[in-house]
C-alpha cells in the first residue's frame, strides 16, 4: 500500500479521521492503528482537527488505467488517434498527456498519475483572505467574543444586499484551527467560548448530583405563560462556584435570554436571597413575574424573597438542570470570562455588569440572530 504525507497509508489516514470525528481520544485511535501516540496527535493537531477534504478525480480527467493504456499503446508505436479511440478520449486530450509527462519516449503511467494528483493539491485562496473587509468584520466579531455561527449569521442583516460579505461559520473555525492559511491569527482563538485548539466532536455530559431538596412550589405550579416564554418577565437562576468558596448569582429571563449578573459575598441563603431581591427592585414591574431555581440550599429564604421582590418563586425537580435550560446554557458561555478553579471574588459589580453586557449585545440563534437587548427592549415597547 503506497505511503502518503506523514508516512501513514491512505487507509491509515482515513480510519484516524474517522475516528476522530466518532468523538474516539487519539489514545484509543493509536491503539487501534498501531502507531505512536504523538505522530498521530502532530497530524490532528496541524489540521486543526478538520478531517481534510479526500481528493476527487473528475469523470473527464484520466484515470490510472487510462494511462496504463497510453503507456502500452505507445510501446506498441500505435498512433496518438488510435489511442485515443481505445480509451474513449479525445486525440488532443492525450496528445497533451503524453506532451507534459516527457514526450513518448519517456511515457510513464505511475509517474504521470502522481503528477496529476500533485496539480490537484494546488491550493484555492481561503475566502477571508480574498475579501480584506470581510475578514475585519469577522475579526471584530471574534474580538467581541462573538461565536462563529453568530458572526456569520449577523454579517447577513448588517449586510443584507451585499454578497461578499458572507462566511460560513465553519470557514471562521477552519481559518482559525487551520493556521497555515494565515488569515485569522492564533490569539483570536482566545475569544473563542471555550478554550480549544481544533475541531472536537462533543461529548455527552455527566448529569449534575442532585442538590438537597427545599420546599417550595414545584416548577409544575408555574403559570403556563412562563412555560411558552410567551410573555417577559420570568426569570430563571443559579449561582456558579468558584475557588475559595466564592460565587456569582446568574440571572436569565426566558423570553428573550437577557441576562443580570449579582456579586454575592457567600452562599448563605440570606445573604443570596437579599442581594437578588435588591436586584430584581430595579426592574419594571412588568419584568417582576417569577423566578425559577434549583433545590439549592442557598434560596432556602426564598419567602422573604418573594415578599421583597414580589417574585413567586418555582424550583426545578431534583437532577434535572434542563428545566432551566437557558440559565444552563448562559453558565456555559460565562465560563469563558470566569474559568473554573478560579477565585470568583476578585471580580467587582462593574465588571460583571460589563460581562452582562457583553452577552446581552450577542446575537442569539434562538432570537433569530437578535440580540437579547434588542428582544427585551421590544418586548418591554409592546408591552407598554
Request: charged share 25%.
Amino acid at each position: 500500500m503506497a505511503v502518503v504525507g506523514w508516512t501513514l497509508a491512505a487507509a491509515e489516514q482515513g480510519e484516524l479521521w474517522r475516528r476522530w470525528k466518532a468523538g474516539e481520544p487519539v489514545r484509543s485511535i493509536s491503539h487501534a492503528l498501531g502507531r505512536p501516540y504523538h505522530l498521530l496527535y502532530h497530524l490532528i493537531r496541524i489540521r486543526g482537527g478538520v478531517a481534510p477534504v479526500a481528493p476527487r478525480r473528475s469523470s473527464r480527467a484520466l484515470s490510472l488505467p487510462d494511462r496504463e493504456e497510453i503507456s502500452r499503446g505507445l510501446s506498441a508505436h500505435r498512433s496518438i488517434r488510435q489511442i485515443a479511440s481505445r480509451i474513449g478520449k479525445a486525440a488532443s486530450s492525450v496528445s497533451r498527456e503524453i506532451r507534459r509527462n516527457g514526450g513518448a519516449k519517456r511515457y510513464r503511467a505511475t509517474q504521470a498519475e502522481a503528477v496529476f494528483w500533485r496539480r490537484a493539491r494546488r491550493p484555492k485562496p481561503c475566502l477571508l483572505a480574498q475579501h480584506p473587509r470581510l475578514r475585519r468584520e469577522v475579526i471584530r466579531g471574534l474580538r467581541r467574543c462573538w461565536s462563529p455561527q453568530q458572526i456569520a449569521r449577523r454579517l447577513t442583516e448588517e449586510f443584507p444586499d451585499d454578497q461578499t460579505m458572507r462566511v460560513s461559520h465553519e470557514t471562521i473555525y477552519r481559518s482559525l484551527f487551520i493556521q497555515s492559511r494565515g488569515v485569522l491569527k492564533k490569539q483570536l482563538l482566545g475569544h473563542l467560548r471555550r478554550n480549544r485548539t481544533s475541531r472536537r466532536t462533543r461529548n455527552v455530559q455527566v448529569p449534575a448530583q442532585a442538590r438537597l431538596a427545599i420546599q417550595g412550589l414545584s416548577i409544575r405550579e408555574r403559570p403556563a405563560e412562563a412555560e411558552d416564554r410567551a410573555v417577559p418577565g420570568h426569570w430563571e437562576g443559579d449561582l456558579i462556584c468558584g475557588k475559595h468558596n466564592s460565587y456569582i448569582a446568574t440571572l436569565v429571563e426566558r423570553h428573550s435570554r437577557f441576562v443580570m449578573l449579582v456579586k454575592v459575598a457567600n452562599k448563605d441563603t440570606l445573604t443570596v436571597t437579599a442581594a437578588l431581591a435588591k436586584k430584581m427592585r430595579k426592574l419594571p414591574a412588568e419584568l417582576r413575574r417569577s423566578l425559577t431555581w434549583d433545590r439549592g440550599t442557598e434560596l432556602t429564604a426564598h419567602k422573604q424573597f418573594t415578599l421583597a421582590s414580589d417574585m413567586q418563586v418555582y424550583f426545578c425537580d431534583p437532577q434535572s438542570p434542563w428545566q432551566r435550560g437557558s440559565n444552563e446554557n448562559t453558565n456555559g458561555l460565562l465560563r469563558q470570562y470566569f474559568p473554573k478553579g478560579t477565585d470568583l471574588a476578585v471580580h467587582s459589580q462593574a465588571r460583571l455588569n460589563f460581562v452582562a453586557n457583553e452577552l446581552n449585545q450577542r446575537p442569539r440563534e434562538t432570537l433569530r440572530f437578535r440580540t437579547p437587548a434588542e428582544k427585551l427592549a421590544a418586548s418591554v415597547a409592546s408591552t407598554g
